[in-house]
């Protein structure tokens, strides 16, 4: 019965893309308590995202026709850099798709997780070892990300392992750059609680330009992107300091 349910609760969700508790059980015709039960095990086996009231799906599990066109590159990647943490660590995880990767990657692991994406603490938040730390402010639309002054103020008090986080765009004389101006500040001091800093991109990335400056490479220690990337890019970035992963679709790792 709880596996038809639960079914019953993606069809709906897949129709409408996301929607509330009690939109799904007005729809189903259960008790809202019923439908909290079904979207804990749809969020446990990754299926659906939980959201503040209500969830949307994974997407994993939408149909073909909707989704990143680059997110096989992003699974690899978020596979690749989740490889990179070590059990009972503390990361930090910033916004973007490709970063979003990474903590569906972490979701069975032991972790003490900082974040101030609202997408990556729906991801996380009904994982049972995780322990999540989620930065308040004011919230960035366009990124679901929280930003300003009480999230700078917050991670005053916090210090982490590793830091992941994504790039608009990435040039050997330019460094690690963005489109979001409004996160720089985050960003830096994000950067400022870590000992490690990791950035995610897939090659689309590279040989860009973005309006806002985040670091030069001297402040990235790894940089994770996937196998379609040019060789002469990858030795150019190695010669700087900056250790070089690869992650292929199917999973596998190199390293440069």
């Known amino acids: 019965m709880a596996h038809s349910r639960d079914e019953l609760v993606?069809?709906?969700l897949r129709s409408s893309g996301s929607t509330s508790v009690t939109q799904l059980a007005d729809s189903l015709d259960v008790t809202e308590a019923t439908v909290r039960r079904a979207l804990q095990r749809l969020a446990r086996q990754g299926r659906v995202i939980r959201t503040?009231?209500?969830?949307?799906?994974a997407d994993g599990f939408l149909p073909l026709v909707v989704g990143d066109p680059y997110l096989d590159r992003k699974r690899g990647i978020g596979a690749a850099a989740a490889a990179l943490v070590a059990d009972?660590?503390?990361?930090?995880l910033s916004s973007g798709s490709t970063v979003l990767q990474v903590a569906r990657h972490l979701r069975d692991r032991h972790l003490t997780v900082i974040t101030n994406a609202l997408d990556v603490t729906?991801?996380?938040?009904?994982?049972?070892?995780?322990?999540?730390?989620?930065?308040?402010g004011l919230v960035l639309p366009e990124m679901h990300s929280t930003r300003g002054h009480l999230t700078e103020d917050a991670l005053r008090d916090l210090r982490a392992d590793t830091l992941f986080m994504g790039a608009s765009a990435i040039d050997?004389?330019?460094g690690f750059m963005t489109d979001h101006v409004g996160e720089i500040a985050v960003d830096r001091a994000l950067r400022a609680i870590v000992r490690e800093a990791v950035i995610v991109a897939d090659s689309t990335k590279f040989d860009r330009v973005a309006p806002g400056f985040m670091f030069g490479f001297e402040a990235v220690n790894t940089l994770v992107t996937d196998e379609r990337v040019r060789h002469d890019l990858v030795a150019a970035v190695a010669a700087t300091?900056?250790?070089?992963?690869?992650?292929?679709?199917?999973?596998?790792t190199s390293d440069s």
């Open 122 to 136: 729906a991801v996380l938040m009904d994982a049972p070892g995780i322990t999540l730390i989620v930065l308040g």
């Open 10 to 12: 993606m069809d709906v």
């Open 88 to 92: 009972g660590s503390t990361v930090a």
């Open 172 to 174: 050997l004389g330019n």
């Open 241 to 252: 300091g900056t250790r070089v992963v690869i992650g292929a679709e199917g999973g596998a």
């Open 52 to 57: 503040y009231g209500g969830a949307t799906v």
